[in-house]
C-alpha cells in the first residue's frame, strides 16, 4: 500500500532527480543541436565530475566536507571543460564532425575515460560526505536538506546556461551556427571556436550534474551508463536539439523515474522508462523526432 | 482512355501554397510537357503524382484507381516511374549494377521470395536499356564518374528498364549536351510507343519538337492547356511566360 | 560474372578450409582463443549485414548477441534442453526480440535511430539485473551440459577440439550464408538501400521492408553468435547484455572493413589478440578498444578490408 507521506517522498526524490537529469540532458541536446554530434561519452563527463568531488574531499580531508565540495564544484567543470576542448581539438575537428564518425570516436572517448578512471582510481565505488549535513524534518519524516540544494543549485545552472544561451554574444554564435553553420562562418562567426566552447559548455553541464549527485550516490568508474541512457530518453522524447522539450521532457522523466525507483525498484524504473518510450515510437513514428527552435 | 487524373490536388507549406486546386487529364499514348516559369508548382505537382510529397488536399486516380494514398513504390509497380530533377543515381556502384536494381525491379514483380535470377535475362535487359541511351560501352564504369548528362542518361535508362506505363521526367535536357539533345528526343519518341510520358522542360524547343499537349503552369495553378499551336498562341500564356 | 561468383566461393571456402587445418597447427590456447574468435566473427558477420552492407550503424547489438545467449543458457538451466535444441531456443529467442526490435527503432533513422538502439540495449541489460530470479543476474549461470549424440558417435562440449569444430562449422555456415545473401537479388538492394534510399523507393522497393529484414537477419545471427558462446564456455552472465558486446561487433567490423564479407574475420581476430595480450598487462584492458576506436576512426577509416582492396586495384589487372 503506498501511503502519502511516501508519496510525498518518492516526489522529492523524483523532483532532484529531475533537476540532476536536466542539466545533463541539457547539456547532450545543446551540443547535438549546434554540432550535429551524438556524443556517446557524455555520461562519462558525469562520471567524472563525481570522482573529481572524491578527489577534492580526499584532498582536504580533515577539512570541512563543503570545502571539499565547493572546490570541487569549480574544478570539475573546469577540468572536464578542458578535456572536452582537448577531444574537440584532436579528435571531433580532424574527422569534420561526420555523424557517424563523430559516434565511433566518442565510444572510444567513452572507454579511454572510463577506463584510465578505472586504472587511477580503482573499481570502488566510495561514498561522499554531503557538504552540509541538515535535516528538513516533516511530520512524516527527515528529509536531506543537502537534496533541497542540489535542485536549488541545478535550477541556479539551468538559469544560468538559458541566460548565456539568450543573453551573450558566445550564445548567439550558437544559435547563428545552429541555424546555417556556413552562412554564420560567412557573417564573421568563429564557428571553430564556437564548437569548441558548446562541447566544452555540454561537458561542463554533465560534470556539474556529476557533482552535484556524487554526494547523494557514491562516485564509480561505471556510474555514466545511468545517466547517459535517461539522457538520451530524454532528448528522443523532447526532440532532438530541442532545448525547450529537453527540459520538459528531463522534467517528466525525471519525476516518474524517480518517484518509481523509490516506491518500486530504480532499475525497473530505467526500463519502463525505455518501453515507454518505444511505444511512443510504435505510435507516432519519427514524430518526436521533429526539430523546432530552442 | 484517361490514364492519369487528380481533383483538385494542392500542396500547402505553412503558409505558401506551392500547388492550389489542380485538376489535370493525362490520356493514355500522349506525351505531356509541363511548363510554367520558376516556382510554378511543377516539380511539387509531378512529385504528388509519384507519391514522394504527400497532398494537402485533393485526389490523384491512376486507372481509374484512387492512388493518392499510396506509397511510393506501389505506384511505381503499377507503372508510374519518376525520374529527378537533381540526378539521383548510386554514384559507387557501376552503371551496370545502377541498371540492375531497376531491372530487378520488373523480374521480382509478382509475388515470392525471388532469392536468385536468371543471370541472362538480368544481363539481357541491363543491355537493352543501356543501348537505348548509349551507355553500353560504359556498362562497367562507376556511375560516379561519368559527366553529368551521362547521368541523367543512366537515370532514364534505369527509369526505361522498369518498362514503365506512365514515365514522368523532371527536366531531361538540363545538363545535357547540345549533341546529345536530338538523339535524347528520338529517345522519347521511341519510349512513347509503348509508355504515356509526362515530362516538365524549359528548353522550348524540346517542348514543341515533342509534346502532343501542353500544360502551362504559374502560381500553383494551371493557366492553360492545349496543343503546341494553341499554347504559342494564348494570350495569357505569350504575357506570363514566353515573354514577347 | 558467373566466373567471378566462382571465384568468390571458391576463395571464401578455402579460407574456412584454412581455418579447419589450423586445429592440426596451433599449440592448445591458440586453438581455444581460435575458437572464441570464430564465436565472436559470427557476431560481427551478422553485424556487417546491418551497418557494412545496409548502411545502419547499431549501437544496441549486445541486446540479440544476449537474447541468443539467454534463449540458449536459460533452456538448458531450466528446462533442460540438450545442447542442439538449447542452440535451436537461442536463435529463435534471437529472432524474436529482433522483430520486436525492428518494429520500434526502424521507426526513426540517422542518428535517433543510435540513440534508440543504445538505448534499448540498455533496457535489455537492466532487465538481465531485474529478473535475477531467472537469470542470477550479474553472478550469472554456470551450465552443465549434455554431450551431443550424433549417429551414435557422443560429441563433449567440454572438448577443446569439440568446440574449435562446431565454432568453425557455425562460422563457415555464416560466411556462406552472407556471401550468398549479398550475391543474391535481395543483397544488391540492401547495397541500394546504403547508398540512395530515396531513389530505391522510386525505384518501386518498399525500402522499410528491406531495412527490417537486413536487420532481423543480422540480429539473428547475432543470437546464434550468443547462443554459441553460452555454450560452448558453459556459462550466461548479466555482461553479455553490456554495452561491451554493442561496441566490439561495431569494432570488429570497422577494423576489418566495413562492406566485406571477410573483413570481420579479420578485425575479430586481430582485436582479440591486442585485448587477450593486453589483458595480462592491466585490468583496464577495454582501454585499448577505446583506443582503437579512436585511431580507427582518425587515421584508419577503410579498415584493412578497404586497404587491401585498394592495393588489389593499383596492381595491373
Not at chain 3, 540495449?121 to 532487465?127: D, R
Request: charged letters at 10%.
Amino acid at each position: 500500500m503506498i501511503t502519502g507521506p511516501a508519496l510525498l517522498l518518492a516526489l522529492m526524490e523524483g523532483a532532484v532527480g529531475a533537476a540532476v537529469l536536466a542539466l545533463t540532458a541539457l547539456g547532450l541536446s545543446l551540443v547535438f543541436g549546434v554540432m550535429r554530434v551524438i556524443n556517446i561519452a557524455h555520461g562519462e563527463f558525469v562520471m567524472l565530475g563525481a570522482i573529481i568531488v572524491w578527489w577534492c574531499s580526499a584532498e582536504l580531508l580533515g577539512a570541512h566536507p563543503a570545502l571539499g565540495f565547493l572546490l570541487a564544484l569549480v574544478m570539475a567543470p573546469v577540468v572536464v571543460g578542458l578535456i572536452a576542448m582537448a577531444a574537440d581539438w584532436l579528435v571531433l575537428r580532424r574527422i569534420n564532425y561526420d555523424p557517424e564518425r563523430t559516434i565511433v570516436a566518442t565510444m572510444g572517448l567513452l572507454y579511454v575515460i572510463q577506463q584510465s578512471v578505472l586504472m587511477t582510481y580503482g573499481p570502488d565505488a566510495r561514498p561522499i560526505e554531503p557538504p552540509v549535513y541538515f535535516r528538513i524534518q516533516l511530520p512524516w519524516f527527515g528529509y536531506s536538506g543537502y537534496k533541497l540544494i542540489v535542485i536549488a543549485l541545478a535550477l541556479l545552472l539551468l538559469g544560468i546556461t538559458w541566460l548565456i544561451l539568450s543573453k551573450s554574444r558566445i550564445g548567439l554564435y550558437m544559435r547563428a551556427t545552429r541555424l546555417d553553420a556556413e552562412t554564420a562562418q560567412a557573417f564573421g562567426v568563429p564557428v571553430r571556436r564556437v564548437y569548441a566552447s558548446v562541447f566544452a559548455l555540454g561537458a561542463m553541464l554533465a560534470a556539474v550534474s556529476g557533482v552535484l549527485i556524487a554526494p547523494i550516490q557514491q562516485a564509480h568508474y561505471l556510474m555514466g551508463a545511468d545517466p547517459l541512457l535517461l539522457s538520451f530518453i530524454v532528448v528522443i522524447v523532447g526532440g532532438l536539439g530541442n532545448l525547450r522539450g529537453t527540459l520538459l521532457a528531463a522534467a517528466l522523466i525525471g519525476i516518474g523515474e524517480g518517484m518509481i525507483a523509490v516506491l518500486f525498484s530504480p532499475t525497473l524504473a530505467k526500463m519502463i522508462a525505455t518501453l515507454l518510450v518505444a511505444l511512443v515510437l510504435i505510435a507516432r513514428p519519427g514524430g518526436l523526432m521533429r526539430e523546432s527552435a530552442p | 482512355m484517361t490514364l492519369l487524373e487528380t481533383r483538385g490536388l494542392s500542396r500547402r507549406y505553412g503558409g505558401v501554397t506551392a500547388v492550389n486546386d489542380v485538376s489535370f487529364r493525362l490520356e493514355q499514348g500522349e506525351i505531356r510537357s509541363i511548363i510554367g516559369p520558376n516556382g510554378a508548382g511543377k516539380t511539387t505537382f509531378v512529385s504528388m503524382i509519384c507519391g514522394r510529397i504527400p497532398p494537402s488536399g485533393g485526389a490523384v486516380f491512376f486507372e481509374d484507381h484512387d492512388i493518392t494514398n499510396m506509397s511510393p513504390w506501389k505506384r511505381v509497380m503499377r507503372g508510374i516511374v519518376y525520374t529527378f530533377q537533381i540526378t539521383s543515381i548510386y554514384p559507387k556502384l557501376t552503371l551496370r549494377e545502377n541498371v540492375a536494381l531497376a531491372v530487378q525491379r520488373r523480374l521480382t514483380a509478382k509475388p515470392g521470395l525471388h532469392l536468385s535470377l536468371s543471370p541472362d535475362a538480368l544481363d539481357a535487359a541491363i543491355d537493352e536499356a543501356l543501348s537505348a541511351v548509349g551507355l553500353n560501352n560504359e556498362a562497367d564504369r562507376l556511375a560516379g564518374v561519368l559527366p553529368y548528362g551521362h547521368q541523367r542518361l543512366l537515370e532514364l535508362a534505369m527509369g526505361l528498364a522498369l518498362k514503365p506505363s506512365l514515365l514522368v521526367l523532371d527536366e531531361p535536357t538540363q545538363g545535357l549536351a547540345p549533341g546529345d539533345i536530338q538523339p535524347f528526343c528520338d529517345l522519347i519518341r521511341r519510349t512513347a510507343k509503348t509508355s504515356t510520358i509526362l515530362f516538365i522542360e524549359h528548353n522550348l524547343k524540346v517542348v514543341l519538337d515533342l509534346a502532343d499537349r501542353i500544360t502551362v503552369m504559374d502560381r500553383g495553378a494551371i493557366l492553360a492547356e492545349g496543343t503546341p499551336a494553341e499554347i504559342e498562341r494564348h494570350p495569357a500564356v505569350q504575357q506570363a511566360y514566353l515573354g514577347d | 560474372m558467373r566466373q567471378a561468383a566462382f571465384r568468390s566461393y571458391a576463395f571464401h571456402i578455402a579460407v574456412i578450409a584454412a581455418l579447419f587445418l589450423l586445429q592440426y597447427v596451433l599449440p592448445a590456447y591458440h586453438i581455444g582463443t581460435f575458437t572464441r574468435i570464430m564465436v565472436y566473427a559470427v557476431l560481427a558477420i551478422g553485424y556487417n549485414i546491418l551497418f557494412g552492407y545496409t548502411g545502419l550503424m547499431s549501437l544496441g547489438h549486445a541486446m540479440f548477441f544476449a537474447a541468443g545467449a539467454y534463449g540458449a543458457g536459460l533452456s538448458v538451466y531450466w528446462l533442460g534442453f540438450g545442447p542442439i535444441a538449447a542452440l535451436l531456443a537461442g536463435v529463435a529467442s534471437a529472432f524474436v526480440v529482433s522483430l520486436l526490435a525492428g518494429i520500434v527503432v526502424l521507426r526513426v533513422s540517422g542518428v535517433a535511430f543510435l540513440i534508440v538502439t543504445l538505448m534499448l540495449a540498455q533496457a535489455a541489460f537492466l532487465a538481465t539485473l531485474y529478473f535475477n530470479t531467472i537469470t542470477l543476474g550479474d553472478q550469472g549461470i554456470v551450465l552443465s551440459l549434455r554431450p551431443i549424440e550424433m549417429a551414435g558417435l557422443s560429441f563433449a562440449l567440454s572438448d577443446p577440439s569439440v568446440k574449435y569444430n562446431v565454432a568453425l562449422a557455425a562460422f563457415a555456415f555464416a560466411l556462406l550464408f552472407s556471401l550468398w545473401l549479398l550475391r543474391s537479388p535481395f543483397g544488391r538492394i540492401l547495397i541500394a538501400v546504403r547508398e540512395n534510399e530515396a531513389r530505391t523507393k522510386l525505384l518501386g522497393y518498399n525500402t522499410f521492408l528491406y531495412r527490417f529484414w537486413a536487420l532481423v537477419i543480422s540480429g539473428t545471427l547475432s543470437g546464434l553468435s550468443g547462443a554459441l558462446y553460452c555454450l560452448l564456455f558453459a556459462y550466461v552472465g548479466a555482461s553479455f547484455a553490456s554495452l561491451q558486446y554493442s561496441t566490439l561487433p561495431l569494432l570488429y567490423t570497422l577494423l576489418g572493413g566495413t562492406g566485406v564479407t571477410l573483413g570481420p574475420l579479420a578485425g575479430t581476430a586481430i582485436m582479440y589478440y591486442l585485448i587477450d595480450i593486453s589483458s595480462s598487462f592491466t585490468s583496464s584492458y577495454m582501454i585499448i578498444v577505446g583506443a582503437a576506436l579512436l585511431v580507427i576512426t582518425l587515421w584508419f577509416p577503410e579498415g584493412i578490408g578497404g586497404w587491401v582492396r585498394r592495393f588489389l586495384r593499383r596492381k595491373p589487372a
